[in-house]
C-alpha cells in the first residue's frame, strides 16, 4: 500500500535540503545531507514498489554519489533532473483524491472551498497539497454529477471545469448547473483558442485557466471571491446651518446602507469633525451665518491632512460667475436646491468612489496590492501612539526574501515578481485583521503586530516562515521553492518609531548572518 503523506513529506524534506545548496553554499557537507535526504525517498520507493520514483531517483543518486568537489555545474544537473523526480512524485500520489474526495478535514472545513471537475484528477495531487498552503479546501472529481452535488451542498467558493478543445455536453450540464446554484466557475484548458474562450464567457465563466494548472493562478483569480474584503460604507460630512436643509439631505442618503453621515451646524467645528470623521466626501452650504461656504473651504484646505477630500458646494445661487468662484477656491462640484435625491446621492458616491480609488493608488504598492512604505510608517506611528495610551506592547517585523536576486537572474523578474505577490498574499493571510502587513521595498516586507510582544509575534512569524517555505514557485522547466529570514523588535523596550525600526532592521542583519531561513529578535 503506497503511503502517500510519507512520499510527500520525504520529498518536501528534499526540496528543503537542496535550498541551501541551490543559493550557492558549495559545501559538501550541505550535498552530503541532500543526498541522504534523497537516498531515503528512494528506500520509501523501493519499500512501496514505486518503480516509476526509483527510476527517476537513478541518475540523481548516481550523481551527488560520485561527488568530490561540487560546483555550479552540478548544481544545475540537479536543477534539471528534480523536474523528473517531482513528476513521479506526482503519479505516486496521484489518486488520493479519488477516494476522499467527499470528506473534508477539520482545518480543511475553515477554508474555502474550490471543485475542481476534470477528467485526470491524479495529475492535480500536487495542486490539491499547495492550495492548503494558500488558505483553500480543493476537491477534484472526475465524475461531474458527483463533484457539482458536492459544490452545492458544501457551498463551495468555485467551480473549475476543465474544457477539451470545445466545451463538451458534461461540462455545458455542470456549467448550468452551478449557474442556477450561485456558483461562480473558471474554465481550464490545455487549449487557449478565441472560439474556447468566447464559449466560456458566453457561459458566464469567470476565468480562464490555461493548464498546466498553477496555486499561484488560482490563488490570484479566486482569492476576491475566497477572502472577500467587505468595504466601510462612505462616510458623508455636510456643513449647513439650516436644520431643514440638514434633515432633507439626511432623509435622501439614510435609504442607502453603504452611506454614513454626519451633520454640522456650527461652522467653527468643521476641522474637528474632519479629525474624527474622515470623511470621504464634504456637503458644503454656500451661505451661513457670519461666514460664507468659501470661507470655510480656504480654511479647510489651508490643512494638507484635508486637501484633498471632495468637497461639493450646496448653493441656490445661480450665477455662472459666482458657482465658478466657488469652484476656483477649492470646490468639486456645486449642487443646486432643492435638490433631488438621484442627483444628490449619484454627485455623493461617484466622489466618494473616486476619493477612494486615489487615496488606494497613494496607500498601496502596485505590485503586490500591500500597504507602500509612506503609508506603513503612518500605520506603524498609529500603533505604537495607540499602544502608549492603552498600555500595550506593538512588534515590528521587518522580512526579506533569501537570495532574491538569484531568483531574478536565474527565473527571470516575471517570475521573481510571482514570488513577491506569492508572499505578500500569504502574509496578508495569515496575520490577524488587526495586523498591519506593507511592502518595505523590493524584496523587503514588515509587519506590525499590534498589542503583542515579541515573543508572541515570533511565534506567529515561525508558523508563516515554515508555511511559506513549503511552497513551490514553477517556471517553465520546473519548480523552486524559497524562503525569508526576519527581524523582530518590540515596544516599549525600543520607544521611538525609528529605535524600534533600526533595530528590527539590524536583527534582520543578525538573521542572514546566522544562516538566513530564520528570525532573530532584537
Given amino acids: ?73 552540478h548544481r544545475a544537473e540537479v536543477d534539471r533532473l528534480l523536474p523528473g523526480v517531482l513528476a513521479a512524485v506526482r503519479t505516486a500520489c496521484g489518486p488520493a483524491p479519488r477516494h476522499d474526495a467527499t470528506s473534508m478535514s477539520a482545518e480543511e472545513e475553515g477554508m474555502p472551498l474550490i471543485v475542481v471537475l476534470s477528467d485526470a484528477p491524479d495529475l492535480l495531487e500536487e495542486l490539491l497539497m499547495q492550495m492548503e498552503h494558500f488558505g ?64 466560456a464567457v458566453r457561459l458566464d465563466a469567470q476565468g480562464f485557466f ?68 474622515t470623511p470621504d466626501v464634504l456637503l458644503l452650504d454656500f451661505h451661513m451665518d457670519g461666514c460664507t461656504g468659501l470661507e470655510v473651504a480656504k480654511i479647510i484646505r489651508q490643512n494638507k491632512a484635508f ?15 459666482i458657482q465658478l468662484e466657488a469652484m476656483r477656491h477649492g470646490g468639486d462640484d456645486y449642487l443646486t436646491k432643492p435638490i433631488s435625491q438621484a442627483q444628490l446621492v449619484n454627485t455623493v458616491i461617484s466622489k466618494a468612489q473616486r476619493y477612494r480609488s486615489l487615496r488606494k493608488l497613494m496607500a498601496e504598492d502596485s505590485l503586490t496590492g500591500l500597504y507602500n512604505h509612506v503609508k506603513t510608517k503612518a500605520l506603524l506611528q498609529h500603533a505604537l501612539l495607540q499602544g502608549e495610551r492603552q498600555g500595550h506592547a506593538v512588534s515590528y517585523a521587518i522580512l526579506d526574501i533569501d537570495y532574491f536576486k538569484r531568483v531574478n537572474d536565474t527565473y527571470g523578474h516575471t517570475i521573481g515578481d510571482r514570488v513577491l505577490r506569492s508572499l505578500a498574499r500569504y502574509l496578508r493571510q495569515h496575520v490577524r485583521k488587526a495586523d498591519i502587513v506593507g511592502r518595505y521595498g523590493g524584496e523587503e516586507f514588515a509587519i506590525v503586530f499590534v498589542d503583542a510582544t515579541v515573543e508572541q509575534a515570533k511565534e506567529r512569524l515561525e508558523l508563516i516562515r515554515e508555511g511559506f517555505a513549503r511552497i513551490y514557485h514553477t517556471y517553465d522547466e520546473g519548480i523552486f521553492a524559497v524562503t525569508f529570514s526576519a527581524g523582530l523588535a518590540q515596544y516599549p523596550t525600543y520607544p521611538s518609531m525609528m529605535d524600534l525600526m533600526v533595530a528590527a532592521d539590524h536583527a534582520l542583519y543578525a538573521a542572514k548572518r546566522a544562516g538566513r531561513n530564520q528570525i532573530s529578535c532584537a
Avoid at 531515503?40 to 543518486?61: F, T, W
Avoid at 432633507?248 to 454640522?264: E, G, I, M
Fill in 1 to 73: 500500500m503506497i503511503n502517500r503523506k510519507e512520499i510527500h513529506d520525504a520529498w518536501n524534506e528534499v526540496v528543503q535540503a537542496w535550498k541551501p545548496v541551490w543559493q550557492g553554499d558549495n559545501s559538501l557537507e550541505l550535498w552530503v545531507a541532500f543526498m541522504l535526504h534523497c537516498d531515503r525517498l528512494n528506500a520509501l520507493a523501493r519499500q512501496q514498489g514505486l518503480a516509476a520514483l526509483g527510476s527517476a531517483l537513478e541518475p540523481l543518486l548516481s550523481l551527488v554519489e560520485r561527488l568530490d568537489e561540487p560546483d555550479v555545474a
Fill in 136 to 199: 483553500y479546501a480543493l476537491k477534484v472529481f472526475s465524475d461531474f454529477r458527483a463533484g457539482l452535488l458536492f459544490a452545492q451542498t458544501r457551498r463551495a467558493t468555485a467551480l473549475i471545469v476543465e474544457l477539451g478543445a470545445q466545451i463538451g455536453e458534461a461540462a455545458t450540464s455542470a456549467v448550468q448547473q452551478a449557474r442556477e446554484f450561485g456558483i461562480p466557475w473558471f474554465a481550464m484548458s490545455g487549449y487557449g483558442n478565441f472560439a474556447l474562450r468566447l464559449q
Fill in 210 to 277: 490555461l493548464q498546466p494548472l498553477t496555486a499561484t493562478a488560482i490563488a490570484d483569480a479566486i482569492d476576491p471571491l475566497g477572502f472577500a474584503v467587505r468595504d466601510e460604507p462612505y462616510r458623508v460630512m455636510i456643513v449647513d446651518d439650516s436644520v431643514t436643509v440638514l434633515a432633507s439631505v439626511q432623509r435622501a442618503l439614510s435609504a442607502f446602507p453603504n452611506l454614513n453621515f454626519r451633520a454640522v451646524r456650527q461652522p467653527e467645528l468643521v476641522l474637528e469633525t474632519l479629525l474624527d470623521f
Fill in 307 to 321: 486637501e484633498s477630500i471632495p468637497l461639493i458646494y450646496l448653493t441656490s445661487e445661480t450665477s455662472e460667475a
